[in-house]
Nanobody, 123 residues
Framework: QVQLVESGGGSVQAGGSLRLSCVVS????????VGWFRQSQGKEREGVAA???????VYADSVKDRFTISQDNAKRTLDLQMNSLKPEDTAMYYC?????????????????WGQGTQVAVSL
């Protein structure tokens, strides 16, 4: 069983930055693909960024060059640095982990989910 707990959400003005963090426990961290997803009101949950077992990263087009995903294996945390935030980035952000993920931005391939942390970006 894998447990994930997110933190770091909040309210920020457009152009600002936030850093989300996810603590991963209960599993051998290196055996999982991990990622960040978001869901805004009335929309499906979408992939934002993911980190493969080999350390490679993938980003949604909408966040490329603004968001950076990283992990600290010693602390067992998965972070998402979000810069140049826009109102359309407003959503509940979730971290997720999966042992067998081939399409890293596909939410259906992830097995474990955190409870989410809210991000609100205003003009």
């Amino acid at each position: 069983q894998v447990q994930l707990v997110e933190s770091g959400g909040g309210s920020v003005q457009a152009g600002g930055s936030l850093r989300l963090s996810c603590v991963v426990s209960g599993a051998l961290y290196s055996r999982y693909t991990v990622g960040w997803f978001r869901q805004s009101q009335g929309k499906e949950r979408e992939g934002v960024a993911a980190l493969g077992k080999d350390g490679s990263t993938v980003y949604a087009d909408s966040v490329k060059d603004r968001f950076t995903i990283s992990q600290d294996n010693a602390k067992r945390t998965l972070d998402l640095q979000m810069n140049s935030l826009k109102p359309e980035d407003t959503a509940m952000y979730y971290c997720a982990a999966g042992p067998f993920v081939s399409d890293r931005l596909n939410r259906r391939q992830y097995l474990y989910w955190g409870q989410g942390t809210q991000v609100a970006v205003s003009l």
